[in-house]
T-cell receptor, first 109, second 113 residues
Framework: GQQVMQIPQYQHVQEGEDFTTYCNSSTTLSNIQWYKQRPGGHPVFLIQLVKSGEVKKQKRLTFQFGEAKKNSSLHITATQTTDVGTYFCAAGGYQKVTFGTGTKLQVIP | DGGITQSPKYLFRKEGQNVTLSCEQNLNHDAMYWYRQDPGQGLRLIYYSQIVNDFQKGDIAEGYSVSREKKESFPLTVTSAQKNPTAFYLC????????????FGQGTRLTVV
């Protein structure tokens, strides 16, 4: 079945440093979604990318979808303590959404 | 308020007992899902349903059962056959479309002792 892998699994950064998580799929994706889960919370939708090579920005967050639609990245510029949490990519599909393994971000003040 | 509600938030059960986790949504979504999350792990799909009275097994369905008698409700039963039931269980819903986001409930943390 479809597999979605994320790297790194964990990342510790000093507040103010940048952070990037990468998502790779074994198959071509129709779309890629990104979610954020705060500690003790539930995943919350951030954004969806559909087009090959698409780039979207949300304030300090930049999302990219690869040209081959098999990989994606999330980059956070100048991290803040409010960015702490686990970031998941997810491969959207008609029948189900397949989640990546997640990257847990810790921000050191 | 529109949303998806899971109850209870914390649940304790003795080994060998079946337990049912509730999930209700008032978003008028056709699709509903159950995921399991273990510490430091991603989300693994247990069951999903696209329409009332129909559901499909996900990647880790063994030891679990579901029902979808109403569009709004998708309860999950963790049976005694589930070898390691202690986990965080998340219910989600979405409209039935390829390019659509999933809305999650607050989750139920099940501990089996």
């Amino acid at each position: 079945g479809q597999q979605v892998m994320q790297i790194p699994q964990y990342q510790h950064v000093q507040e103010g440093e940048d952070f990037t998580t990468y998502c790779n799929s074994s198959t071509t994706l129709s779309n890629i979604q990104w979610y954020k889960q705060r500690p003790g919370g539930h995943p919350v939708f951030l954004i969806q990318l559909v087009k090959s090579g698409e780039v979207k920005k949300q304030k300090r967050l930049t999302f990219q979808f690869g040209e081959a639609k098999k990989n994606s990245s999330l980059h956070i510029t100048a991290t803040q303590t409010t960015d702490v949490g686990t970031y998941f990519c997810a491969a959207g599909g008609y029948q189900k959404v397949t989640f990546g393994t997640g990257t847990k971000l810790q921000v050191i003040p | 308020d529109g949303g998806i509600t899971q109850s209870p938030k914390y649940l304790f059960r003795k080994e060998g007992q079946n337990v049912t986790l509730s999930c209700e949504q008032n978003l008028n979504h056709d699709a509903m899902y159950w995921y399991r999350q273990d510490p430091g792990q991603g989300l693994r799909l247990i069951y999903y349903s696209q329409i009332v009275n129909d559901f499909q097994k996900g990647d880790i369905a063994e030891g679990y059962s579901v029902s979808r008698e109403k569009k709004e409700s998708f309860p999950l039963t963790v049976t005694s056959a589930q070898k390691n039931p202690t986990a965080f269980y998340l219910c989600a819903s979405s409209i039935l479309d390829t390019n659509t986001e999933a809305f999650f409930g607050q989750g139920t943390r099940l501990t089996v002792v």
